[in-house]
């Protein structure tokens, strides 16, 4: 089953029993892909939708941030709730074990030897890793790797 496919599923279910805050999230959801979709005139595929997913995930990581400087924890609290529920529709995280071997393969892939080939190594880490590793955490270990 697609994604988009389980997303509709999902939001009937929660309409059938009145989870108004999942359904709202899962509306969210559909609704950036739907505006993916038509702004770029084309059907996402599931890895089309773990993008956008993942950029959502990101958003709310920053709303999160940036609620708790502010000291606006209900705030907070709703983007957490939307981060769960988004959570359930990607992948499994890789653990830092897995990560650094992703890392560690791609590195000897590019021939990367200094910090410059630091693009090469993240666009072939992105590739293998898709949606289930924070970009921002494998930049930095890539760096650290390099240096």
């Given amino acids: 089953m697609s994604l988009k496919q389980q997303l509709t599923d999902d939001m009937k279910n ?18 950036e892909i739907k505006r993916r979709e038509v702004d770029e005139r084309i059907e996402l595929t599931d890895t089309d939708v773990l ?3 993942e950029k959502m995930q990101k958003q709310r990581r920053d709303s999160i941030d940036q609620f708790d400087k502010a000291n606006r924890s209900d705030l907070a609290d709703i983007e957490r709730f939307e981060m769960s529920v988004i959570d359930a529709y990607l992948p499994a995280k890789l653990s830092d074990d897995e990560l650094d071997a992703v890392i560690a393969t791609a590195i000897t892939e590019s021939g990367a030897t200094s910090a410059r080939d630091m693009g090469k190594v993240v666009a072939l880490v992105k590739e293998k890793a ?3 590793a924070d970009m921002g955490t494998v930049a ?8």
């Fill in 130 to 132: 898709a949606g289930r």
């Fill in 140 to 147: 930095q270990k890539v760096k650290a790797k390099l240096a």
């Fill in 14 to 31: 929660a309409m059938r029993s009145g989870d108004k805050p999942r359904l709202g999230v899962i509306r969210l959801v559909q609704a």
């Fill in 51 to 53: 993008t956008v997913l």
